[in-house]
């Protein structure tokens, strides 16, 4: 097992992630605690020291399950994460009896990891609004030892990463971010993991196959990246990106069998960087993958002075190339409800100013009009 180092201690740079468990009949709120507790068994025995859950997770029984398959390991053989549930903001007010009730369900005494949840465009707000006290109540937890390291996963933008890092980033001493060689370019995943190594703050994972989609690519980009190395996993690049990214301490991986989580340990017995070649070729693949069906948006910001609406255009085009791109998903929903209605996408007046300046020569118009009926449901 690769480890890294962190604070004094060797975490294993292969952790453990809770949200895709196995589970009965497809349905996502019954885990397969059985199946669960081999993979935890084999995990162990492969050198994972990290698991990683979350009050929501599989209808909130992810951290039961889990604190029970590691009930019978001693404590200190294992790190604990879990977090607080931000992206439901009426969660807000109850960080205390959140906070008590993930310690009853997992049966531990403490959390080594402790997460705000999603911080994103529509939940920053109420993060740093002090009359939650939700900052101070995980500090109290830290000084009192129930929590050992106090961080946080972000789904937002850059600019929502800065805000929070500007108000909070004294206290946090690690943040998880969706990082793989696709939204290195895609999600600004490259000025987000440099911000945070500016701030000092360790990096930590989530998407490192982007859901299972780089798992398999088309035949010609698998092929090129076999000429570059015969033996290794499709899968496996994406692991060893990351691996070659430094900062990053921990890359977590939601496994949901046994054969997953084979492969990925034998792919963290060795860190096997990426050389400069093999880091053109990958990034290569990406940007062809993101070419497909994404709209060719430099945010150049031409458009913007001509639109009586004064909307964002090129954030706006970010957001429908993610909507796009992902085929639905929850980050352009969730950054929507922190953009007000005169300045979403159905406020746009189909003038096509913007059009006779855009460079790129985009259809913004239509753009926007595909992108009003993606969010209400009606196309993909």
Same mark, same amino acid.
């Given at each position: 097992m690769v480890f890294s180092e962190f604070k004094g201690t060797k975490i294993s740079a292969l952790g453990f992630g809770a949200m895709r468990l196995p589970v009965f009949d497809g349905d996502d709120s019954r885990p397969n605690e059985a199946v669960v507790q081999k993979m935890i068994d084999a995990a162990m $025995? %492969?050198? /994972?020291?990290?698991?990683?859950?979350?009050?929501?997770?599989?209808?909130?029984?992810?951290?039961?399950?889990? %604190?029970?398959? !590691?009930?019978?390991?001693?404590?200190?053989?294992?790190?604990?994460?879990?977090?607080?549930?931000?992206?439901?903001?009426?969660?807000?007010?109850?960080?205390?009896?959140?906070?008590?009730?993930? !310690?009853?369900? $997992?049966?531990?005494?403490?959390?080594?990891?402790?997460?705000?949840?999603?911080?994103?465009?529509?939940?920053?707000?109420?993060?740093?609004?002090?009359?939650?006290g939700i900052l101070a109540y995980l500090k109290e937890q830290k000084m009192a030892?129930? =929590?050992?390291?106090? *961080?946080?996963?972000?789904?937002?933008?850059?600019?929502?990463?800065?805000?929070?890092?500007?108000?909070? *980033?004294?206290?946090?001493?690690?943040?998880?971010?969706? =990082?793989?060689?696709?939204?290195? $370019?895609?999600?600004?995943?490259?000025?987000?993991?440099?911000?945070?190594?500016?701030? *000092? =703050?360790?990096?930590?994972?989530?998407?490192?196959?982007?859901? *299972?989609?780089?798992?398999?690519?088309?035949?010609?980009?698998?092929?090129?990246?076999?000429?570059?190395?015969?033996?290794?996993? /499709?899968?496996?690049?994406?692991?060893?990106? !990351?691996?070659? =990214?430094?900062?990053?301490?921990? /890359?977590?991986?939601?496994?949901?069998?046994?054969?997953? !989580?084979?492969?990925?340990?034998?792919?963290?017995?060795?860190?096997?960087p990426l050389n400069d070649a093999e880091m053109k070729e990958l990034l290569g693949i990406a940007e062809r993958m993101l070419s497909v069906g994404t709209v060719p948006c430099t945010a150049c910001h031409y458009c913007v002075s001509h639109c009586p609406q004064e909307l964002d255009i090129p954030e706006l085009i970010a957001l429908y190339n993610e909507h796009v791109y992902t085929g639905g998903g929850f980050i352009a929903p969730m950054a929507m409800m922190a953009i007000p209605v005169e300045k979403q996408p159905s406020a746009c007046l189909h003038c096509c100013s913007c059009e006779q300046v855009c460079p790129q020569q985009i259809r913004i118009s239509e753009i926007m009009e595909d992108f009003v009926a993606k969010l209400s449901g009606n196309q993909f």
């Open positions: $025995t %492969g050198g /994972i020291n990290y698991y990683d859950s979350a009050w929501g997770y599989h209808g909130g029984h992810s951290e039961e399950v889990m %604190g029970r398959c !590691l009930s019978g390991y001693p404590r200190d053989s294992f790190f604990f994460a879990t977090k607080f549930p931000g992206y439901d903001l009426s969660n807000m007010p109850k960080v205390a009896e959140i906070f008590e009730e993930q !310690l009853r369900r $997992t049966g531990l005494e403490y959390f080594d990891f402790y997460l705000f949840h999603n911080v994103c465009e529509m939940n920053i707000d109420a993060y740093l609004d002090e009359k939650y030892g129930r =929590i050992r390291h106090l *961080g946080f996963s972000c789904h937002g933008s850059i600019d929502v990463l800065r805000h929070f890092l500007d108000a909070y *980033g004294d206290d946090m001493e690690f943040c998880q971010l969706q =990082i793989n060689y696709l939204d290195w $370019t895609f999600q600004s995943a490259r000025e987000k993991v440099e911000l945070l190594r500016s701030r *000092g =703050i360790a990096v930590w994972v989530m998407e490192p196959l982007r859901g *299972g989609r780089l798992a398999h690519l088309d035949a010609e980009d698998e092929k090129r990246l076999r000429a570059l190395r015969p033996d290794e996993d /499709i899968a496996a690049w994406a692991f060893r990106f !990351l691996l070659s =990214i430094p900062g990053v301490t921990v /890359i977590l991986s939601g496994m949901s069998d046994e054969e997953q !989580l084979a492969k990925n340990l034998v792919t963290f017995t060795d860190k096997k």
